[in-house]
């Protein structure tokens, strides 16, 4: 009886010990990503604890004191919440709107699979015979929504430059960025389908992620969309009347009322789809050029991934669980990897530099470097609303003297050489991430 009572005080000591280490090493594992990754300003702490009991998300500093959380998940579920999570973030997000995570499952020790800053998204395609991307569905979402200068205009995503001959500017320039971004994904589908994959695009050209144009939202949605953010407090009774009135200016309603809805509407497409990861592709220009009046000389790529969340960034539930989300899932590590091998093709293909922290105000004051080269977690609608590893690719500065002339030929973008190769560069990117082993 001695004998088999020190045995059995032997196992249960042992697995204790084993899954205190174990504890200790997530609550390291999850601090060091808070730090790395999400709390850009070290901001947060009010918002989240991470101790021996497990994770816990508070909507305020006070009721962190009085340690009322607003969702807790102990370390022995949290295997089966990143589950849930993976299967279906809409369910998950109710699940935490309870408060706490609850399961019938048998009580099991999760083991952390989470490697900081060290995971790809390996997958193996080597079949004789099988396509390179069979089975993978690929989400794309070409930035903005102009496809012709008119709309460009109203988005302010235009670039008009007139002739200049002493800065050596020959032609004049007129560029849309929408008109870009969409003749990209067209190209990058064709050649992702090409090998098997499964691809969605966000929008059709010249429309919104509505389906329809900016014109036809407004004379359908405007109204509704109005008195829905007043009613949820986004809206004031002035600017109501405002956006109700004849008065009321294309640019403040695009800029005020439609661009979030549109970009919502994206993220709801997207994850409605399921991919196995989504690109999310933008041009960039030279935010020192002011107004983009005349050419620049600087040219740099970069991509973004989420995280960085600021001091003001978690202050409803939604933004709390995507903060929870990023922060248990290996979403962020797997976007982090997709975007380095897409930011290395960039440079490589495009021959243009990669930017690093100091080469623009919004990287050293907005975003987190994630220790891959030109690649950011930035806390965007996109980055923390689409619920699968995504790369935010933002290619050459379409203001630089040489790329504005080559962006400006062709008025069919799908035939312009410099659009082509960088459609071409995120293809290689995307079969370089899903090839390392
Ligand atoms: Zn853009």
């Not at 080597?126 to 991307?133: E, Q, S, V, Y």
């Not at 430059?161 to 971004?181: C, H, N, Y």
């Not at 933002?394 to 082509?420: A, C, F, G, H, P």
């Amino acid at each position: 009886m001695k004998l088999k009572a020190c045995i059995v005080f032997f196992i249960i000591s042992t697995f204790s010990f084993a899954q205190e280490r174990i504890t200790q090493d997530m609550m390291r594992r999850y601090a060091e990503k808070v730090q790395k990754f999400l709390d850009k300003e070290k901001a947060l702490s009010a918002f989240y604890s991470i101790d021996t009991s497990g994770i816990k998300i508070f909507s305020s500093l006070n009721s962190k004191l009085t340690n009322k959380p607003e969702f807790f998940l102990d370390w022995a579920h949290l295997g089966d919440y990143r589950s849930e999570l993976g299967a279906d973030a809409a369910k998950a997000f109710e699940v935490y709107k309870t408060g706490k995570y609850q399961t019938q499952t048998e009580y099991s020790l999760p083991v952390p699979k989470l490697k900081i800053g060290n995971v790809n998204g390996s997958m193996e395609h080597d079949m004789p015979g099988r396509k390179k991307l069979q089975g993978i569905k690929i989400a794309i979402d070409p930035g903005h929504i102009a496809n012709d200068f008119e709309s460009g205009d109203l988005e302010k995503k235009h670039i008009k430059f007139k002739q200049d001959l002493v800065r050596g500017l020959p032609d004049s320039i007129e560029i849309a960025e929408g008109m870009l971004t969409y003749a990209t994904a067209v190209l990058l589908k064709q050649k992702l389908e090409a090998e098997g994959a499964e691809v969605m695009l966000t929008r059709p050209d010249g429309t919104s992620a509505f389906g329809k144009t900016y014109k036809q939202w407004k004379k359908d949605n405007l109204k509704k969309a109005v008195d829905s953010l007043f009613k949820i407090g986004e809206l004031k009774p002035s600017q109501k009347n405002y956006f109700f009135s004849a008065k009321a200016d294309d640019r403040d309603i695009f800029r005020v009322i439609f661009r979030d809805l549109d970009l919502a509407k994206r993220a709801e497409l997207i994850n409605a789809y399921h991919p196995d990861f989504t690109i999310i592709i933008h041009y960039n220009v030279d935010e020192t050029n002011t107004d983009w009046q005349h050419p620049a000389k600087r040219d740099f790529n970069m991509a973004f991934v989420g995280g960085a969340f600021m001091k003001n960034d978690l202050s409803s539930p939604e933004k709390r669980f995507e903060f929870l989300r990023l922060l248990i899932t290996e979403d962020l590590e797997k976007s982090v990897a997709l975007s380095s091998c897409v930011v290395s093709s960039f440079e490589k293909t495009l021959e243009v530099q990669t930017a690093g922290e100091q080469d623009a105000t919004y990287i050293s004051e907005g975003c987190l470097s994630t220790g891959k080269k030109g690649v950011y977690c930035r806390n965007l609608q996109l980055t923390r609303y689409i619920h699968t590893p995504l790369v935010y690719g933002e290619t050459l500065y379409q203001d630089n003297i040489k790329e504005s002339q080559l962006l400006n030929k062709e008025s069919d973008k799908t035939k312009n050489v410099r659009v082509q190769q960088v459609a071409e560069a995120y293809f290689q990117g995307v079969l370089n991430y899903l090839t390392i082993k």
